[in-house]
């Protein structure tokens, strides 16, 4: 039993760590592209800015997705309930 428990909080600490991580590369590269695209275009920085907040919700939601995920796993492991404990 324990070795499930361990092997839990293993797993979970990879989804929330590489969440995070992927958000923190995602918006890194979302704002240098905004940037870019502002320089180049000024008039269409309006419209650009209104793209980014769009897609950056959706980054946000990947992330809250995989925090659910593994909150789930945490405190209500299905694994642990199959075994009787």
């Known amino acids: 039993m324990e ?5 839990t909080v293993l797993g979970v600490l990879l989804v929330l760590g590489l969440g995070a991580a992927g958000t923190a590369i995602g918006f890194g590269i979302l704002g240098g592209k905004l940037l870019e695209g502002s ?7 309006p419209k650009l800015t209104g793209s980014m907040f769009l897609v950056a919700g959706l980054i946000d939601a990947v992330t809250m997705i995989g925090i659910g995920i593994g909150m789930w796993f945490t405190f209500a492991n299905p694994f642990t309930a199959a075994l009787g404990g």
């Not at 070795?3 to 092997?7: F, G, Q, V």
């Open 3 to 7: 070795i499930i428990l361990a092997n």
């Open 39 to 45: 320089a180049r275009q000024p008039e269409l920085a």
